[in-house]
């Protein structure tokens, strides 16, 4: 039996890369292929990373239990407490689940910090609009249109206030 060189040439390759990569055939387990009975929860995990928090608060929106989201999304917070980023995605969440209070309370903590930030300032003037202080809403609508003249959407929500 004839063996081809360039077929020898790549079995010896890959061996060779098989065995630089650190590549065994012992049973290796990560946190994404372990079973249900292994994995460990997220309180006992000790990441000190908020982009696995905010990652698994994703996951949980998707499946639709916000209720998790929200418990993995302010542990996020609590590892980073100055990301507006993630302040503002824990008041989405809110939203969501209709606690316009906390989400309300968010916001104004984001626009303290921030006072020309455009999604906290739009959803701070909703807010207000649905708690029937027009004025405020107004107010924060012009000044949604004075930072970004581009969102249209804020011309049709304040003209809708006027």
Known sequence: MKVNFTNMTIVFMTLTFLFFSGCSFE??????????????????????????????A?????????????????????????????QLELAILYLQQKDNKNALDIVEKIIKKEPENIKALIIYGKLKQSLKEIHIAEK?????????????NIYLLLGSLY
Do not use: H, M
């Open 58 to 86: 994703q996951l949980y929106r998707k499946k639709g239990d916000l209720d998790k989201a929200i418990q993995y999304l302010k542990k996020a917070v609590e590892i980073d407490p100055e990301s507006s980023y993630l």
């Open 27 to 56: 049973k290796k387990t990560s946190p994404l292929t372990t079973s249900k009975a292994e994995k460990t929860s997220a309180d006992t995990v000790e990441t000190g990373n908020s982009y696995f928090y905010f990652t698994e």
């Open 140 to 152: 924060t609508y012009e000044k949604v249109i004075a930072v970004d003249p581009q969102q249209k």
